[in-house]
C-alpha cells in the first residue's frame, strides 16, 4: 500500500511540475480580447514539440502578467475551428493583440520569454 501511495504522489508531482495552460474556448478568447488588455493568443497542440517547450514559458508569463495581460492557448488539435478562425497554417503560432483587441503582430515557431515579453510590451503591456 506504501508502494502504491508513494507512486501516485510520484506521479501528481511529476503531473504538477509539467502543468499546462488549459485550453481556451471562443468565449475565453472573446472576453480576453474585450478586456482592454494586451493579448497573447498562442495556438498549438498538445503533442507539438516545440509547444511543449513553450508551456512553461507561457504559464510564467501568465501568472508574471496576470491582471496586466491575457495569455491564452488554444489547441487546435482540439479545436480546428480555432485553427480556421486565426487562419493558422503552422504551430505553434503566437498572435499579440493590442488593448482594442486588434491584432499587432504574429509570429510563427518557438518564442522564448524575452521575445514574448517584448510583443506584448509592443501591444501595450507597461
Avoid at 498549438?44 to 491564452?72: D, F, H, W
Avoid at 478562425?85 to 509570429?107: C, L, N, Y
Amino acid at each position: 500500500m506504501k508502494r502504491v501511495f508513494a507512486t501516485l504522489l510520484l506521479v501528481a508531482v511529476v503531473s504538477a511540475a509539467h502543468a499546462e495552460l488549459p485550453s481556451a474556448n471562443d468565449a475565453e478568447v472573446t472576453r480576453a480580447l474585450a478586456s482592454g488588455k494586451p493579448t497573447l493568443v498562442d495556438l498549438g497542440a498538445g503533442s507539438c514539440v516545440s509547444c511543449k517547450q513553450m508551456a512553461p514559458i507561457l504559464e510564467e508569463v501568465a501568472g508574471t502578467y496576470r491582471g496586466q495581460a491575457n495569455v491564452l492557448f488554444i489547441d487546435v488539435r482540439e479545436d480546428p475551428a480555432a485553427g480556421k478562425r486565426f487562419r493558422i497554417q503552422m504551430i505553434p503560432t503566437q498572435i499579440f493583440f493590442d488593448a482594442k483587441g486588434e491584432e499587432v503582430s504574429r509570429h510563427i515557431g518557438f518564442m522564448d520569454r524575452t521575445d514574448l515579453i517584448k510583443e506584448l510590451q509592443a501591444a501595450g503591456l507597461k
